[in-house]
């Protein structure tokens, strides 16, 4: 923090937009809910299996500025970083996802600036996850704040696999031996089948389920 900090003037800035960032996640966080009940109290089925939020760390932030080439000021992390607070949605399956990417589209209160969609088009090493930076308006007492949040949005088994690779990347700090990247890219196509597979099966528990909930309905109609 002290590379960002000279003064108490700027002391106080920083507290300010980070409580605007804290703000702004609790509001993203929020909506997540409320989707996930809408859905469960509507369709008796939720999508989002869990929710997982952050604020980037001082030390996080000014890491990020330098790597990428940036003046560390406060004017600059708030401008040139998106990720400064961070939600990640964890879906059931894939399918899930673009529906909850849609319902946060359609938020009247919430602007989309750009999308990555590293689902259709996945990073060489074999990540895939949808990424949503949008703009939340914060109220404060005498004025309107807009703030930036990072949406990423996985099913289960993509969170399973990038939590295990970002863990393995850290330990070895980019350089892990080519091997290891190739079996992880192996694990990255297992991953994506088993999504599918488990899709497919739980379409088919849907199909058995309604077949059976119409046979039950027409023998009570013809007992009637």
Same mark, same amino acid.
């Given at each position: 923090?002290?590379?960002?900090? $000279?003064?108490? %003037?700027? #002391?106080?800035?920083? &507290? ?5 960032? %804290?703000? /702004?996640?609790?509001?993203? @966080? ?6 996930? +009940?809408?859905?469960? =109290? ?6 989002? %299996? ?7 760390? #001082? !030390? ?51 602007? @989309?600036?750009?999308?990555? !969609?590293?689902? $259709?088009?996945? $990073? ?6 949808? =990424?949503?930076? @949008? ?8 004025? $309107?704040? !807009? @703030? ?18 970002? *863990? ?10 080519? &091997?290891?990247?190739?079996?992880? *890219?192996?694990?990255? !196509? ?12 739980? +379409? ?5 389920? %309604?077949?059976?909930? #119409? ?5 009570? /109609? &013809?007992? #009637?």
């Amino acid at each position: 923090m002290k590379n960002i900090l $000279k003064g108490q %003037e700027q #002391a106080d800035q920083w &507290e300010e937009t980070m409580f605007l960032y %804290e703000a /702004a996640l609790k509001k993203m @966080v929020l909506k997540a809910e409320l989707m996930n +009940e809408e859905f469960t =109290h509507r369709y008796r089925y939720n999508p989002i %299996e869990h929710i997982k939020s952050r604020l980037k760390t #001082a !030390d996080s932030i000014v890491r990020k500025l330098k790597l990428d080439g940036y003046e560390v000021t406060i004017e600059n992390m708030n401008s040139r970083l998106s990720d400064i607070a961070g939600v990640r949605i964890i879906c059931s399956y894939t399918s899930d996802i673009y529906q909850i990417a849609d319902m946060i589209s359609r938020q009247e209160d919430i602007t @989309v600036l750009y999308v990555k !969609d590293f689902i $259709k088009h996945p $990073k060489p090493n074999g990540y895939k996850s949808y =990424h949503m930076v @949008v703009s939340v308006p914060i109220y404060l007492s005498d004025m $309107k704040k !807009d @703030v930036r949040v990072e949406v990423q949005i996985r099913s289960v088994a993509m969170d399973f696999w990038a939590s295990l690779e970002h *863990k393995i990347a850290y330990k070895f700090e980019g350089d892990a031996p080519e &091997e290891l990247w190739r079996d992880l *890219k192996s694990c990255a !196509d297992m991953v994506d089948m088993l999504d599918n597979k488990m899709y497919s099966l739980n +379409e088919a528990i849907l199909a058995i389920t %309604e077949k059976r909930e #119409a046979e039950r309905r027409k023998q009570e /109609a &013809e007992q #009637a």
